[in-house]
């Protein structure tokens, strides 16, 4: 058994071009080093699953009595950040996993996908134009045109529907982004390149997983300059006869 996940820190982004000049946009994740701290099992728990924490300096005061001797259990130093993960079955005879094991980068390098759930930076309260994307009304002389305008009647139906778009608060929400392609591995510095972005600001709290649904890649795929299978048959077909 091995877990699918792993927690990181986004570093930040980069660019990186390939061997046919094309540049793609690279998000730096520092994935782990993690640790074990408990093992959820079917019979206990209901579930199986792991708890992991992200190995980072932190001191000893910071961290009350309940979680010294949760910590101390599994014989696991103290950690900051602590998620659950889901554990699966390999097909071979490797030992599974243990409280106080070590996680590292290593776990996606038989993978080409992965999805990553951070949180998405704050933007405090926003009207429904950056919120939304509302175009606003009319820019002239006794308009408020950064408004959403009227919602609703008042004879019917005589209240706000549900899920009525509204300036409110804005960002701070979980965001899973999926199947992002892992361009590089650094097994040293425990560095994994994906590409596109990420939610959260620099130095914040990822969860990184093997994705769920990776996408299928189409046979003899080339890239750009892959023909469209469609527009060629159509194109070779004879041509009707007016």
Excluded: W
Excluded at 1 to 11: E, Q, R
Aim: positive net charge; contains cysteine; charged residues 25%.
């Amino acid at each position: 058994m091995s877990v699918v996940g792993i927690l990181g820190k986004k570093i930040g982004m980069t660019q990186i071009f390939d061997e046919r000049g094309n540049v793609h946009p690279i998000t730096v994740l520092k994935a782990g080093p993690c640790v074990i701290t408990q093992l959820k099992t079917m019979a206990k728990d209901g579930y199986d699953a792991a708890q992991i924490g992200y190995v980072d300096f932190i001191k000893a005061s910071k961290i009350n009595k309940a979680m010294t001797g949760h910590f101390a259990k599994a014989n696991c130093p103290p950690v900051k950040m602590i998620k659950e993960v889901a554990i699966e079955k390999v097909t071979d005879d490797s030992e599974g996993v243990k409280a106080g094991d070590r996680i590292l980068v290593d776990i996606f390098e038989n993978e080409r996908y992965v999805d990553v759930i951070g949180t998405s930076k704050g933007r405090g309260f926003a009207g429904v134009i950056r919120r939304h994307g509302f175009g606003g009304g009319p820019k002239s002389h006794g308009h408020m045109f950064q408004v959403q305008g009227s919602i609703g009647a008042s004879s019917f139906p005589s209240r706000v529907f549900p899920g009525q778009r509204m300036p409110g608060h804005m960002g701070a929400a979980q965001i899973t982004v999926r199947n992002l392609r892992i361009h590089g591995i650094d097994l040293e510095d425990n560095l994994l390149l994906v590409e596109g972005a990420v939610p959260g600001h620099r130095e914040a709290f990822v969860l990184i997983s093997k994705a769920k649904a990776p996408p299928r890649e189409r046979r003899g795929f080339a890239g750009a300059a892959t023909k469209d299978a469609l527009k060629a048959s159509k194109k070779a077909a004879p041509s009707k006869k007016k």
